[in-house]
């Protein structure tokens, strides 16, 4: 397993040790680790990362912040969201500030470990329950809490197909792969490519930043 290179932020110091641990233990190089956002673009001056895991809820400048700012200054660096929050205002705002994935603190050491590879990878990394919430925002969203059907919320290229659009639908439902495959009676790879599509169509390249654009 490639040994990266990864900054912790948090205001625990107690998580943030265990945190140390845990990485340490699983191969990874702990470069620095900050207690704010501004501790942490600090930090980054000095000691490269590949990754920042990030909580949300600190005191000084906070993760949404942090988040917005690494991505000017270092978008070269990973983010991984490790959090105890996932309200819909947290979940949206991170995404949308170009979080590349959002996990619980209570995942678990291989699911954090995994989760820092896979994103490394070039994935994007949503906790189950983070995505059950996305999709519940997006189905409020589609049917305007009165359950009436809404349209997508982002224009759709004029180049999209109807079935690309319907598989749109689907995703912003929290529809997986599978799921959407038999719902339209297509096969599993047949969705890929239309995904694919979508993401050459929109510019996105990015499920769950797909989503968060189609929902508006």
């Known amino acids: 397993m490639e040994k990266y290179r990864v900054l912790l932020v948090d205001d625990e110091p107690l998580l943030l040790e265990s945190l140390e641990i845990l990485l340490t233990y699983g191969g990874m190089e702990v470069v620095a680790m900050s207690r704010d956002g501004k501790e942490a673009l600090e930090a980054l001056t000095e000691h490269p990362a590949d990754i920042a895991l990030v909580d949300l809820?600190?005191?000084g400048m906070g993760g949404i912040e942090l988040i917005s700012c690494m991505?000017?200054?270092y978008p070269s660096v990973?983010?991984?969201v490790l959090t105890t929050f996932y309200d819909d205002e947290y979940i949206t705002a991170a995404i949308a500030n170009g979080a590349d994935?959002?996990?619980?603190?209570?995942?678990g050491k291989n699911a954090i470990i995994d989760a820092i590879c896979q994103i490394m990878e070039g994935r994007t990394i949503i906790d189950s329950k983070v995505?059950?919430?996305l999709a519940l925002l997006m189905a409020g969203k589609r049917t305007g809490g009165k359950g009436q059907e809404m349209d997508i919320a982002m224009k759709l290229p004029e180049t999209m197909t109807e079935r690309e659009q319907e598989v749109c639908t689907l995703l912003t439902r929290g529809f997986t792969n599978r799921q959407i495959a038999d719902a339209l009676?297509?096969?599993e790879g047949t969705v890929k490519n239309y995904i694919s599509s979508i993401y050459e169509k929109t510019g996105i390249h990015d499920r769950a930043k797909l989503i968060v654009a189609l929902k508006g």
């Not at 994935?101 to 995942?107: A, E, H, I, T, W």
């Open 57 to 59: 809820n600190m005191k």
């Open 71 to 73: 991505r000017q200054q």
């Open 78 to 80: 990973k983010i991984l």
């Open 101 to 107: 994935g959002y996990l619980l603190k209570d995942s």
């Open 131 to 133: 995505m059950e919430r």
């Open 185 to 187: 009676f297509i096969s």
